[in-house]
């Protein structure tokens, strides 16, 4: 079974600073998805990113990028120019391409980072 | 906007009452999530649809029933709650962008029961 895993349950950042969230993921499988959204503490969540295990290249949406290490399993959130609205909590998710019916679609998600920006 | 809508957006209830929590979509998605969120856990599916009355089971279904009748409407059933139920629920659709399909997530539910 795939684990998605984030080990850092906190961490803060300067405003205008950058700061990295780790994640994890275990998985016997070749091609997936990888996502990272945010929650912030309207509770909503928000698709920030999402990177294509078959792609080398790494995501990048603006000030968000990530670090994508398909070997290491690694998949880490970077945060450029850190702004006060950035302040959230974000979650990891992990999802197989499979489409169609029986069990396709499914984020399996890590337990999140809550990141305080300090002004 | 993926057009996703939650009713009731809060609610309290007591142990043993069941509860009904509604998901509505506005864009003929075919695929529609229950999810829980509870502290400690992220996100964890509950139940999913990928048609109408077409479901199937996620990781944490123990307690919960869901049905589809319509594209637009998914809905959980708590028919006994209990106070391990108390969570906040949050419905989603998968829409096709690009080659991928990405979820996107209504505004939640937030459950207490008492």
């Known amino acids: 079974a795939q684990t998605v895993t984030q080990s850092q349950p906190e961490m803060s950042v300067q405003e205008a600073e950058t700061v990295t969230l780790s994640c994890t993921y275990d998985?016997?499988?070749?091609?997936?998805?990888l996502f990272w959204y945010k929650q912030p503490p309207s509770r909503q969540m928000i698709l920030v990113i999402r990177?294509?295990?078959?792609?080398?290249q790494n995501a990048t949406e603006n000030r968000f990028s990530v670090n994508f290490q398909k070997a290491a399993k690694s998949f880490s959130l970077k945060i450029s120019d850190s702004q006060l609205g950035d302040a959230a909590m974000y979650f990891c998710?992990?999802?197989?391409?499979?489409?169609?019916?029986?069990?396709?679609?499914?984020?399996?998600f890590g337990t999140g980072t809550l990141l305080a920006v300090q002004p | 906007d993926a057009g996703i809508t939650q009713s009731p957006r809060h609610k309290v209830t007591e142990t043993g009452t069941p509860v009904t929590l509604r998901c509505h979509q506005t864009?003929?998605?075919?695929?529609m999530y229950w999810y829980r969120q509870d502290p400690g856990h992220g996100l964890r599916l509950i139940h999913y649809?990928?048609?109408?009355?077409?479901?199937d089971k996620g990781e944490v279904s123990d307690g919960y029933s869901v049905s589809r009748s319509k594209t637009e409407d998914f809905l959980l059933t708590l028919e006994s709650a209990t106070s391990s139920q108390t969570s906040v629920y949050f419905c989603?659709?998968?829409?096709?962008?690009?080659?991928?399909?990405?979820?996107?997530f209504g505004p939640g539910t937030r459950l207490t029961v008492t």
């Open positions: 990177q294509e295990a078959y792609k080398q």
């Open positions: 864009e003929n998605h075919r695929y």
């Open positions: 989603a659709i998968s829409e096709m962008t690009g080659a991928s399909y990405e979820q996107y």
């Open positions: 998710a992990y999802r197989t391409p499979r489409v169609g019916g029986g069990a396709t679609n499914k984020l399996i």
């Open positions: 649809s990928y048609g109408v009355k077409d479901t």
């Open positions: 998985t016997s499988e070749s091609d997936y998805y």
